[in-house]
């Protein structure tokens, strides 16, 4: 009698590995972007709703102008490029055409700016741009805006003609 459990068992066992043998699951992951990130743009200025907007993936300055209710009648919006893209942490203001000779000024953040970015920033060089951003690699974000001077070929003077166009 055991030795008909234990030949039953054994059968058993074999039968479950012909019928059911171990297949290896095909999983595949449709959708899945790695690439997602987070953007943070503040606009403030002419516009029915200034604040602070996230984004996730691509945002031109459109975008940002509709999500924050659109330009309010007294907005100057000669010098806004509708389609140029946001791609790093910035802060737009929007001028009143009650002002005279004011401009949109665009934030740059230089913690996240690239090569590109910097030196659209009104005062910086090339080789600012590069010993800037081998600064940030070497010792990680700055803190303050004030934490420039000790980036090489940024003095007091470079320093202060930046200081309008960009934020941390």
């Known amino acids: 009698m055991q030795r008909l459990m234990m030949i039953i068992g054994i059968v058993t066992l074999i039968l479950g590995f012909v019928v059911y043998p171990d297949q290896e699951e095909n999983v595949q992951y449709v959708g899945i972007e790695n690439d997602i990130y987070m953007l943070e743009v503040t606009i403030t200025g002419e516009v029915y709703f200034p604040g602070t907007y996230y984004f996730y993936g691509d945002v031109t300055y459109y975008d940002l102008i509709e999500q924050a209710g659109g330009l309010k009648p007294s907005a100057n919006d000669e010098q806004i490029t509708y389609q140029k893209s946001i791609t790093t942490q910035t802060h737009v203001i929007i001028p009143s055409q ?3 000779d004011e401009q949109i000024i665009y934030l740059v953040n230089v913690n996240e ?3 590109q970015e ?3 920033i009104e005062g910086m060089t090339e080789t600012r741009a ?4 081998i600064y940030r690699e070497t010792y990680g974000a700055f803190v303050s805006v004030d934490d420039l001077i000790n980036v090489k070929y940024i003095g007091t003077e470079t320093l202060e003609k930046i200081r309008p166009f960009i934020t941390v």
């Open 98 to 100: 009650d002002i005279d």
């Open 113 to 115: 700016a690239s090569f």
């Open 118 to 120: 910097l030196l659209e």
């Open 130 to 133: 590069v010993n800037l951003m």
